[in-house]
């Protein structure tokens, strides 16, 4: 989970753009929208419909290329943004939410349609499960793993944006 939470990708660029328009005392409402989503996918999974993404390739593409349209129109907005800029303005702040509510919900997209998010979670996570064991408790360890060193990780990323 470190490595997939350390490298470049949609969440670093989210909490990046917070942290930049908001600071990191604001900011950080995003990296809790990042975690909301990878805990609803964590439940996805152990609902056992990470099976059903596997056998199907279009769905898991499908979400792909949702993903990467998202993160095209994330950077359209803040070049858009960034050709427009207002006196003591910095570029996020025609993107990114000013609210705890919107940076939660931008944080929670920016995860929600980041590929590598479906990948931790749809393909790699269910491999660690043993079940022949309490599987509540292995998917909460599991959970409770993945939101602390994604948590931290973007924490720093929202720092080095602010």
């Known amino acids: 989970m470190l490595g997939i939470s350390i490298s470049p990708g949609a969440g670093a660029v989210a909490s ?4 930049r328009a908001h600071g990191w005392r604001r900011g950080i409402w995003t990296a809790v929208g990042q975690q909301l989503a990878l805990v ?16 199907s390739p279009k769905t898991v593409q499908a979400l792909t290329v949702f993903g990467a349209l998202y993160l ?8 858009h943004a960034a050709l427009r800029p ?12 000013a609210s705890r509510l919107g940076m939660i ?11 590598k998010a479906l990948l931790a979670l749809f393909v790699i996570t269910p491999n660690f499960i043993d079940p022949a064991h309490s599987l509540p408790a292995q998917y909460t360890i599991i959970g409770v793993t993945m ?14 944006g602010s």
Request: charged share 10%; net charge positive.
């Open 72 to 79: 095209a129109w994330i950077g359209l907005r803040m070049w």
């Open 147 to 160: 939101v602390a060193i994604d948590l931290a990780v973007m924490a720093v990323y929202t720092a080095i």
């Open 40 to 55: 609803l996918f964590l439940l996805i999974s152990a609902l056992g419909l990470a099976s059903l993404l596997r056998s």
């Open 16 to 19: 990046m753009s917070s942290g």
């Open 86 to 97: 207002r006196k003591n303005a910095a570029p996020e702040q025609g993107v990114v939410p």
């Open 105 to 115: 919900r931008y944080g929670f997209l920016a995860n929600a349609s980041n590929p």
